[in-house]
């Protein structure tokens, strides 16, 4: 073996290590997560603080609570947007918001809202069709710092110019800039839109259920899964959704193919957006 | 018992990337028998399906790359726009939504460093024409672990910033135009049995 195969080979071990630590330790559980995933994660940290080896962050996870916080910082993270696919926006305003309306009070679940970017476009959306003050959103992530983060609603005023743009692509008619205040870094979006949002932690992973929900918003959240996780996760939505409640899913995730696909009809294939069959 | 040499295929390419790859895939379409990973960068939009775009092309399988999905034979897959993607040691494959790398989601590095993990020796990586420095890091990885190392020669490429990259990085095994390498690969696949 080269030197290359032999680092990668105990680099590989280390990260099994690494993983069921995390569970024996601490109860979170990344064994069913994509392991390339989850090693590119490590690797970011380890190289970021410093770490000589990965070992090391083993007994840190043991002993150093400040440290996990860090890990499970960059296990947490998604890289998104406001309205991220402004297609799935523009179709949930045209063609599911007046299903929400029949009800009298409407319950979401945002389910792995990481920093809550797409939290707070739900939030406008509703606002701005009418049904937010009968709305209560349930925004969830296993990771109490990015639900703080999200609660905060604290971005880099650069993004801003990218949100304008999607929101007006997602069928936004007003003025995207009405729904923030900006300093010279950062904009805080709206205090307002956080009015009828419960920040609280959900593992997927390990938690039940959430009840008679009518939309489960839940994107790019399943493609670190393995198939087997991927399933659990889509009965939970299931059985958390009333009869003919809607899943929203990222663009690349679907229900083909798991063992709940017959339990849904497709409202559309493309951008991923089911209902719970009555 | 015959075993082939080189099992996975991967090409990462940027600006003027499309027609590259379309004249080498054309020309070495008939005799792919692995898999062939692409990595074009593409700004998401309506047309950023590139599944779509090359699925008339013939005798070829042409898929956009899916979670968890196996890596098959005589199978292209491209990246999707405004996702990573990446090769697990299952042989699936994998989509990640995290930051970007070398200012590209996909990144050109995250496919050839995990498919490099993968195969090792039995990878071949190419780098086409492109304005970055995305693929130099990644074919580096594909050198240490044993693959096979090709490079368009900055002087057909349309951008020659990504192969210049490539090349001050690594010591190729091959550097050509589309068609010498088209001819290189021809090699490669026959002699591999």
Redesign the interface.
């Known amino acids: 073996m080269t030197d290359r195969e032999i680092e990668l080979e105990n680099e590989n071990i280390e990260v099994e290590l690494l993983i069921e630590a995390l569970v024996k330790k601490h109860g979170f559980d990344f064994r069913d997560y994509s392991r390339v995933h989850i090693k590119r994660r490590i690797l970011e940290v380890k190289q970021r603080l410093r770490y000589e080896s990965i070992s090391m962050m083993i007994k840190d996870i043991i002993y150093d609570r400040e440290f996990l916080n860090k890990l499970l910082l960059s296990f947490s993270i998604n890289y998104t947007e406001m309205f991220r696919d402004p297609d799935v926006y523009l179709f949930m305003r045209n063609e599911i918001i007046d299903l929400l309306r029949t009800f009298p009070f409407v319950k979401i679940w945002h389910a792995g809202c990481s920093t809550g970017e797409e939290v707070y476009s739900l939030a406008i959306m509703l606002k701005e069709a009418g049904i937010y003050n009968k709305t209560q959103i349930y925004a969830t992530d296993f990771n109490d710092k990015v639900l703080k983060m999200a609660e905060d609603g604290i971005y880099p005023i650069e993004y801003v110019k990218n949100y304008t743009s999607n929101y007006q692509q997602a069928g936004g008619k007003e003025s995207f800039s009405d729904y923030y205040i900006a300093d010279d870094n950062n904009v805080i979006m709206d205090s307002s839109l956080r009015k009828k949002v419960v920040f609280a932690n959900h593992n997927l992973v390990t938690d039940g259920v959430f009840g008679e929900i009518h939309l489960i918003m839940c994107r790019n959240v399943l493609i670190y899964f393995n198939k087997n996780l991927q399933d659990r996760v889509l009965h939970l939505f299931k059985d958390s959704l009333c009869n003919g409640g809607v899943l929203c899913l990222g663009t690349k995730e679907t229900i083909e193919n798991s063992t709940a696909e017959s339990d849904f009809e497709t409202l559309d294939k493309k951008l991923k957006i089911y209902r719970l069959k009555y | 018992m015959v075993r082939l040499k080189y099992q996975a295929v991967v090409i990462g390419a940027s600006a003027g990337g499309i027609e590259s790859f379309k004249k080498l895939l054309e020309e070495i379409g008939d005799f792919l028998d692995i898999p062939v990973m692409i990595v074009q960068h593409i700004k998401k939009s309506k047309n950023s399906n590139l599944a779509e775009l090359f699925s008339g092309m013939s005798g070829l399988n042409v898929r956009e790359a899916?979670?968890?999905e196996p890596v098959l034979p005589a199978t292209i897959y491209f990246a999707?726009a405004d996702?990573h993607l990446?090769?697990?040691?299952g042989r699936t494959l994998?989509?990640?939504?995290?930051?970007?790398i070398n200012y590209s989601?996909p990144s050109i590095d995250?496919l050839f460093k995990?498919a490099a993990?993968v195969y090792?020796e039995s990878l071949i990586g190419i780098v086409l024409t492109g304005s970055s420095h995305d693929g130099a890091e990644g074919l580096a990885q594909i050198r240490?672990?044993?693959g096979c190392t090709i490079v368009q020669s900055p002087d057909e490429a349309e951008y020659s910033i990504m192969p210049l990259a490539a090349l001050k990085r690594v010591d190729t095994s091959f550097t050509g135009t589309i068609k010498e390498i088209a001819d290189y690969l021809k090699k490669q696949l026959a002699d591999t049995v």
Do not use: F, H, I, K
């Not at chain 2, 990446?86 to 040691?89: D, G, H, I, L, S």
């Not at chain 2, 994998?94 to 970007?100: D, G, K």
């Open positions: 899916a979670p968890n999707p996702y990446a090769v697990e040691q994998t989509l990640l939504a995290t930051e970007p989601r995250v995990t993990e090792r240490d672990l044993g």
